[in-house]
């Protein structure tokens, strides 16, 4: 029997997608949990696997690259051996012949994980022209690498031929990187890159500033510009756009005594050990002891009840900046958990994150949101709850202070911001400023 292909709600919001890529030809055997298609939801890009095994045929009228396709929407088919897919049948329509495997191949890319993918893209490289080394003709990145740069040799056949990139020039970029060549007045071709093949990223184009390596970006464009949004920046709009309108927000900002954070982090990086935790990773399990002695923190309105959670639900939802955009991946039980544990977890998830290869359950379930904006150097915002949760807490940038001690005395501190912007409707100033006050506490003895 046929099994239908449809494109999944990935998030509880999610109400359309942006159709990546399909990662199998049509008529191509695939496995049940195999990868078939890239999307772009409210999130991450995501592989989306098959749910059965079977034959897939996808629709003759199917989604192309960049298609916004509503949840639910069917995409094709998983068939058994020898079935006719439905269009081919009902109706009495006579059924047309399968496409060769000659035809699949110039119709179809072969396999190419998310990064490469994008990779190409961003060099202007059709898959459809790129031979596969890897396994079982994957694409791989240094595939698409050839392909970019035969295409800037004389005489190249190449379809991109016509892409102006000379021999000294790298060919590839991340879009932040881009932005911030353009911000600084950099020409992000003449930047030597460190990432994967040469990739350009943010870093090297701030290093070619630094050393001065970095040529004179073309004239900037004047007058007004417009860029496509994406479906991501979409339901980001309107994710922040439902918190305002259904929250009754307020911040409450503390200066904390971050000394002991700062002093139980090196004393880690210098016993050697093999994982180190970040001050995220520390702060996320103060923030949990806060959590487990004030659960409505962790709740959420839910009709004319509000839910919260226990110990044993503490998950905690660390918004990280990536080249691609924002990504919220889950550290779950945080509270019964060691914290090397969870740092090493972490580390997984931020990886996976930046290669596109995060699935939906790793940033669904959390209860409450950490977000830091210390590495710009901002002490104090504003953050804006993640529905539809009750709360989220800012972290500043630590910095050394001069203070006054309870006995009068002057000495340098590490001083750290805390901003925490929760839900009025569920919870009142006092049991918020309560847990401030326990997590902050927490931070000055932190856990070990």
């Known amino acids: 029997m046929a099994s239908e292909v449809r494109l999944p709600r990935l998030g509880w919001s999610m109400e359309e997608g942006t159709f990546v890529s399909w990662l199998v030809a049509d008529g191509t055997r695939v496995e049940a949990s195999q990868p078939i298609f890239e999307l772009e939801g409210e999130k991450a890009l995501q592989e989306i696997e ?7 045929r996808i629709l003759p009228n199917g989604p192309k690259e960049g ?13 058994i051996e020898g079935e006719a897919p439905p269009w081919e049948t009902e109706g009495g329509t006579a059924a047309a012949p399968s496409p060769s495997k000659a035809e699949v191949v110039s119709a179809e890319p072969a396999p190419a994980a998310p990064s490469v993918r994008r990779m190409a893209r961003e060099a202007g ?4 022209h790129v031979a596969g080394s890897g396994p079982g003709g994957r694409i791989l990145a240094s595939d698409v690498a050839k392909v970019g740069a035969g295409a800037s040799k004389p005489g190249s056949s190449s379809s991109v031929k016509d892409r102006p990139v000379s021999e000294n020039k790298a060919t590839v970029s991340s879009p932040r990187a881009r932005r911030v060549a353009r911000e600084l007045g950099v020409d992000w071709t003449r930047v030597t890159g460190t990432g994967a093949n040469g990739r350009v990223r943010e870093r090297d184009v701030r290093a070619a500033v630094t050393d001065g390596t970095g040529s004179a970006a073309p004239p900037q464009v004047t007058g007004w510009q417009s860029m496509p949004i994406s479906s991501r920046r979409k339901t980001i709009a309107q994710r922040m756009s439902a918190s305002s309108q259904q929250t009754a927000p307020v911040t409450l ?15 880690y990086k210098t016993e050697g050990a093999k994982v180190v935790p970040a001050y995220t990773d520390l702060i996320a399990k103060c923030v949990a002891q806060g959590l487990c002695e004030h659960p409505l923190l962790a709740g959420r309105w839910a009709d004319n009840r509000i839910e919260y959670p226990g110990v044993d639900n503490i998950h905690i939802g660390v918004a990280v900046d990536t080249e691609e955009g924002l990504i919220v991946p889950i550290l779950r039980d945080v509270a019964r958990r060691p914290l090397l544990e969870l740092s090493a977890e972490f580390r997984t998830l931020i990886e996976r994150g930046r290669r596109g290869q995060l699935k939906a359950n790793d940033m669904q379930g959390a209860v409450f949101t950490i977000t830091s904006l210390g590495s710009f150097g901002i002490d104090a915002f504003t953050p804006i709850i993640n529905l539809p949760e009750t709360a989220i807490l800012g ?7 001069l203070v006054v001690l309870d006995n009068g005395s002057f000495a340098a501190r590490d001083m750290l911001t805390l901003s925490l912007t929760f839900d ?3 919870i009142d100033g006092a049991p918020a400023a309560r847990f401030l006050q326990v997590v902050t506490e927490a931070i000055q003895a932190p856990p070990a």
């Open 395 to 401: 972290v500043g940038a630590i910095r050394k202070e």
């Open 253 to 267: 900002h503390t200066k904390v005594d971050a000394t002991a954070l700062v002093a139980a982090r090196t004393r």
């Open 424 to 426: 009025h409707r569920v």
């Open 125 to 128: 490289v059709p898959l459809q």
């Open 50 to 56: 098959s749910l059965d095994a079977g034959i897939l």
């Open 67 to 79: 298609d916004v396709i509503p949840v639910g929407a069917l995409l094709g088919y998983v068939l």
